[in-house]
Nanobody
Framework: QVQVAESGGGLVQPGGSLKLSCAAS????????MRWYRQAPGKEREFIAR???????TYADSVKGRFTISRDNDKNTGYLQMNSLKPEDTAVYYC?????WGQGTLVTVSS
């Protein structure tokens, strides 16, 4: 059974960068989309980005031009590079792959 685990969250100042990782274990996510979502306090979970197994990407307007999604199929790992972070990017970030959700990693953007 595939399991997914995010890492790389933390506290960063506005304008800073973070790179999140999403590691799949217990199987492969080749052939599946990998998606990133986030949920800010008091708000619904929202879609951020997705990447196909072949590398085709889609972004939410709120992160387009600042975030970059990528994946390494050999390592069963996906990534979310986040640049020019804003306080409104503060949220728990979740990865979904092969229909499986990770536990989330907290990103806090604050001075």
């Amino acid at each position: 059974q595939v399991q997914v685990a995010e890492s790389g969250g933390g506290l960063v100042q506005p304008g800073g960068s973070l790179k999140l990782s999403c590691a799949a274990s217990g199987g492969t996510f080749i052939g599946y989309y990998m998606r990133w979502y986030r949920q800010a306090p008091g708000k619904e979970r929202e879609f951020i980005a997705r990447i196909s197994s072949g590398g085709t990407t889609t972004y939410a307007d709120s992160v387009k031009g600042r975030f970059t999604i990528s994946r390494d199929n050999d390592k069963n790992t996906g990534y979310l590079q986040m640049n020019s972070l804003k306080p409104e990017d503060t949220a728990v970030y979740y990865c979904q792959a092969a229909g499986v959700w990770g536990q989330g990693t907290l990103v806090t953007v604050s001075s």
